[in-house]
């Protein structure tokens, strides 16, 4: 199986720093990892995405970065937004377990004015 | 893209009386969907799994019972509520395949008092 977890539960940054949202996972034959967030009484919302095959990949003002060898991802969030306050997840899929994720705690990242 | 809907958004029940919370799928045909449920300030556990019309995968014994009637309809059912079973309540879809992200319908905010 696997298990995912993030290494702090609250962040707090200030605006207009960069944000680092950190998570490890467990199954090295884990293949898919993605980053969601989620704010307050509302579904999570896919952010970005990233395969076994790369090790970074960037979007629009967020990067993500995977090292396989340790088993770690991270989240980087460049110039935070009071909007970005949120709860992130990181979730991580293809270990044999057919299409299904399996989601760390979550982190609160409090982005302070 | 994919739209997951989900109703009713909130909704308080009696221990003992039945439940049936509904999602539907928009914008795309054979999704794989699922169920979740969050815990107060928790990550996200996932209830049951469906690949296609009839065919359902619970993942942990509960009180609960999960039904796909129609390839975009999935329902979460139980027929006497608990009060352990009051939770946020998420339906999610992915576009099957090797499509890992899933996307999330709004929740349904389930208190049983």
């Known amino acids: 199986g696997e298990s995912v977890g993030l290494h702090l539960p609250t962040l707090s940054v200030q605006e207009g720093d960069n944000s680092i949202i950190n998570c490890a996972y467990s199954?090295?034959?884990?293949?898919?990892f993605i980053w969601y967030k989620q704010e307050s009484g509302k579904g999570p919302q896919f952010i970005i995405d990233?395969?076994?095959?790369?090790d970074k990949r960037q979007g629009q003002r967020v990067t993500v970065l995977l090292n396989k060898t340790v088993k770690h991802l991270s989240l980087q969030i460049a110039a935070t937004q009071p909007g970005d306050s949120a709860v992130y997840f990181c979730?991580?899929?293809?270990?044999?377990?057919?299409?299904?994720?399996?989601f760390g705690t979550g982190t609160q990242l409090k982005v302070e004015l | 893209s994919q739209t997951i809907h989900q109703w009713p958004a909130t909704l308080v029940q009696p221990v003992g009386s039945p439940l049936s919370l509904e999602c539907t799928v928009e914008?795309?045909?054979?999704?794989?969907l699922y169920w979740y449920r969050q815990a107060a300030g928790r990550g996200l556990q996932l209830l049951f799994y469906?690949?296609?019309?009839?065919?359902i995968s619970s993942e942990v014994p509960q009180n609960l019972s999960a039904s796909r009637p129609q390839d975009r309809q999935f329902i979460l059912s139980s027929k006497k509520l608990l009060l352990s079973d009051s939770g946020f309540y998420l339906c999610?879809?992915?576009?099957?395949?090797?499509?890992?992200?899933?996307?999330f319908g709004p929740g349904t905010r389930l208190t049983v008092t």
């Open positions: 979730a991580v899929g293809g270990s044999g377990g057919g299409n299904k994720l399996t």
């Open positions: 199954n090295s034959a884990s293949d898919y």
């Open positions: 990233i395969r076994s095959n790369m």
């Open positions: 914008g795309t045909s054979n999704p794989n």
């Open positions: 469906s690949v296609g019309i009839g065919q």
């Open positions: 999610a879809g992915d576009l099957g395949g090797v499509r890992y992200e899933q996307y």
